[in-house]
């Protein structure tokens, strides 16, 4: 079975899903196809920065969006052997939302979904698992997928790849990627989170363990640190050893570790950073993770992912209505996204090259750098570290 849209978008996760929605609303006929039959998965990010909400406040969904079940995080504080620092203060920001929104990955896209299906020039097809990239006189027509109901084709004027970090739309372009080496990888699980707990996000370093700790509410979602490829020994060692390591790294939330009884519970992401050379080929465009790998340090993936999509969007959507889209607009979007995508792989590099090997070894009793402790000390510098996670180096708005 063949059908025919105007863009054809791989992956309904932030980039998708946002550029779709802003696709449709412009009246450009736009199909989204997602793999799996719900947007449900565990310990996906979370974490919408102040620069996604001031691009929903400029769609008109922000208020909406917030009326929905949500924690807000106004600080990031790292607490070592020394005490507590507070490396970054959102409220400092001049935005309307001086905060990280903390709101399940599953109901964002929901949301951004069905206001999507307002309009008409929206279709979405669940359970669509791309194959295949339908080629012809050099440049990509489409895609070929399956669904329950067999296989199909969707011929298309522009594929767009968002389809995350295993993309399988960049494996079938053949892209080039660059890799980095990260030295973590990081084990996700939940405990409970009791009133008069503190507000913000919580990192602890101390004893060679890392953890970082999330409000959700009745929970904190907490990633535990391990060197690259350390997650055999952790488990060999048994659950009990993690939870005692725990323990020792935050002796204020030892009683919430004792939840931790089986490794069903647990999650592990392996660390990886890269970024692919060249985001475009001839009717196919790649965005947010399936271009750009990104590191969890400052949590900023999704929000790059959605920059992506909004400059995406202000690029190909009229071209795209006329029929005049060529290679050029495609090398555009690379070109207003990729120098900021640069930047912040490179501050991530750093960070886990010189704070974060450092807070894992255990021979060492670690110390919050002293350029760091200097700069929040500088009252010009002291927002850096909140402008940089929470805004991005630039800023994007709907055209």
Partial sequence: MTAETVCAVVGGGPAGAV???LLARKGVRVTLLEAH??????????TLHPSVLEILDELGLAERLHQLPHSKIHTGTIITDEGPTVLADFRSLGTRFPYIMMIPQKDFLAFIVEEAKRFPSFDLKMGARVEGLIEEGGAVRG????????????RATLTVGADGRGSRVRHLGAFEQLKTSPPMDVLWFRIPRL???PEGGVAYFRQGVGLVMLNRGSQWQVAHLILKGGFRDVRAAGVEVLRERLKAAAPEYAERFDVLHEWKQVSMLSVESSRVLRWHRPGLLLIGDAAHVMSPVGGVGINYAVQDAVVAANVVA???RQGTLD???LREVQRQR???????QAL??????????????????FQVPLALRLLLRVPGLRTLPARVIGLGFKRVHVR
């Fill in 37 to 46: 039959e719900d947007f449900d998965r565990d310990f996906r990010g979370d």
């Fill in 338 to 344: 990729e120098w900021p995508t640069r930047l912040i």
């Fill in 143 to 154: 895609v070929s997928y399956e669904d329950v109901a067999g296989e199909h084709e969707l």
């Fill in 195 to 197: 009133p008069g707990d």
């Fill in 348 to 365: 991530q590099t750093r960070i886990q090259k010189r704070v974060i090997a450092a807070a894992l070894d255990p021979r060492r009793k």
């Fill in 318 to 320: 009229e071209p795209l």
């Fill in 327 to 329: 290679e050029e607009r």
């Fill in 19 to 21: 550029l779709a929605l």
